[in-house]
């Protein structure tokens, strides 16, 4: 299953713009860990990027948080997890 991420803003007529989201997405795309989604593709509609991406099911960071508050020290053990 696969979900597309859609940016808000245009990066229409940005070269700059546009070539660090090619590098970048490209990095991603070689990613590979257990606690990342894998990156399928990315390109733009529009003007506006998107990634295709893994569908992980499960709670989003904001909504894990909001059901597990954390400390500060919790937090950072979560983040260096990931």
Do not use: F, W
């Not at 597309?4 to 229409?12: E, M």
């Not at 070269?15 to 399928?40: C, F, W």
């Amino acid at each position: 299953m696969y979900l597309v991420k859609l940016a808000r803003t245009s990066i229409r007529g940005n070269r700059k713009e546009m070539d660090q989201l090619v590098t970048e997405g490209k990095l991603l795309a070689e990613l590979e860990h257990p606690n990342l989604a894998r990156i399928y593709d990315l390109d733009v509609h529009q003007g506006r990027p998107y990634l295709v991406m893994e569908y992980v099911r499960g709670l989003t960071l904001c909504r894990y948080v909001e059901q597990n508050p954390c400390t500060p020290k919790q937090s950072a053990l979560l983040v260096a997890r990931v």
